[in-house]
């Protein structure tokens, strides 16, 4: 990367990871309008009936997917986050409900895991703000073990004019956000293009949205080959 891009990037990365820090708990309080109940079951359903696995939660901020995880016994749920005021969040909730979830402050690009050492990644609302989608998927890939399983939940509109994200940063990060206004065939695409197979995009309306009737939440899946 030539040192002026990287330079543009570490001041992005440092705008988001501000906004996370001082929004981290009304994002938290946002989380609290979602049925857990709904969210454990398609969890189950496409982490799979073995519990012995290792599960990392990219972008995991508040804990909100890798708490559901450990409430569902897979053994070992990693939340991994830029933002350690989300993760202070997430250690606090895993307490309270008694799980065990690793905290990891490290960004969606730079995973702390060997080559092919864990069995699923999962990440909700984190495509649309990566910096370089290509470089944080292929991350993805590289720590997965053959088979392992990519589950990506996004809100996904018809069109550019229903996408929600949004002025949740300064105008020249927003700017530079690729998948920003992402619709379904765009968010499959990319899987695809960063080597993961069997990629799919499934509706799942019974997740529900903030914004029920302009967007949906989607699960965008693959598989590493």
Not at 52 to 71: K, P, R
Not at 117 to 129: E, F, Q, Y
């Amino acid at each position: 990367m030539k040192r002026g891009v990287e330079a543009e990037m570490n001041t992005a990365l440092g705008v988001i990871r501000k906004r996370w820090d001082d929004h981290a708990q009304s994002y938290d309080d946002l989380n609290q309008q979602y049925s857990g109940r709904e969210w454990m079951k398609v969890l189950k359903t496409y982490l799979g009936q073995n519990e012995d696995i290792d599960v990392v939660d990219v972008g995991g901020g508040t804990g909100f997917l890798s708490l559901y995880a450990a409430g569902l016994s897979y053994k070992r749920c990693h939340c991994v986050d830029l933002s350690a005021g989300m993760l202070a969040i997430a250690q606090k909730h895993a307490g309270q409900n008694n799980l065990s979830i690793n905290i990891i402050c490290s960004t969606a690009e730079n995973l702390p895991f060997p080559d092919n050492s864990v069995d699923a990644v999962i990440n909700r609302w984190l495509l649309w703000t990566l910096l370089e989608p290509q470089v944080s998927l292929k991350e993805w890939r590289r720590v997965l073990k053959p088979n392992g399983r990519l589950l990506c939940f996004c809100t996904v509109g018809e069109n550019e004019k229903d996408a929600p994200q949004s002025d949740h940063y300064t105008k020249e990060v927003e700017d530079i956000l690729p998948l920003k206004y992402a619709v379904k065939e765009t968010l499959i695409r990319v899987l695809q293009e960063a080597g993961f197979v069997d990629v799919e995009g499934i509706a799942c309306p019974q997740l529900l949205s903030h914004d029920p009737q302009r967007l949906t939440w989607y699960l965008i899946k693959g598989r590493k080959e």
